[in-house]
């Protein structure tokens, strides 16, 4: 496993700077790592054999896929927008799943970890480099079954919308009443077509 130093250095210049979240997602992606037994997340061992479910979708996410190699283009990283900052890792070997969650106590901890820094946002970026992990993170074991057409590999099924004629890959669309459907048709999508 590359250091933490390095780990922080290679996040910042992919995010654009150093922040407090960015700090955390690196110290959750490294404790996450070590939690399914995987130091060299990067080698051709372990490229492929690993998965995270983040489930925020702010600066942390980008620490995540710098420290674990994991790429949402790559189908290894997902995105499940809880609005927690917390990740799910798993080792696709072993099956082993753990959820790692941000404490919030960690929050109040920070002056105890830089207390010369008066500024809370430096504050809480420099004690999230210092502070155990057993104060700045909680661990559960879970059970994450992937469905087939949520893995890496090539799309299993391709079809066509029969409203817009879109093309919907890996089993994304609706039947209704016998009708293939994309999801926006069948349920409203975030966009809206003009007149
Ligand atoms: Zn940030
Ligand atoms: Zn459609």
């Given at each position: ?54 489930e ?85 074991e ?26 919907v ?8 009443d ?18």
């Amino acid at each position: 496993m590359k250091s933490l130093e390095e780990h922080l250095a290679e996040t910042a210049a992919f995010h654009g700077g150093d922040c407090p979240g960015q700090t955390l997602g690196v110290r959750l992606a490294r404790a996450g790592l070590q939690q399914i037994g995987i130091d060299d997340p990067l080698s051709d061992r372990w490229r492929k054999n690993i998965m995270v479910y983040v489930e925020i979708d702010r600066c942390a996410a980008d620490a995540l896929m710098i420290v674990t190699g994991c790429r949402v283009g790559k189908r290894t990283l997902k995105i499940v927008d809880y609005g927690i900052m917390a990740a799910t890792f798993i080792n696709l070997k072993t099956g082993r799943a753990v959820r790692v969650i941000a404490r919030e106590e960690a929050r109040s901890l920070a002056p105890k970890y830089a207390p010369e820094e008066t500024n809370k946002y430096e504050q809480q970026r420099q004690a999230y480099r210092v502070m155990p992990d057993e104060e700045l993170l909680s661990f559960e074991e879970v059970k994450v079954t992937i469905p087939p057409e949520d893995l890496p590999g090539s799309p299993i099924s391709r079809v066509a919308c029969e409203r817009c004629g879109d093309h919907v890959v890996d089993m994304r669309e609706v039947k209704i009443d016998g009708v293939t459907l994309c999801r926006p048709c069948a349920r409203g999508g975030y966009f809206a077509r003009g007149d």
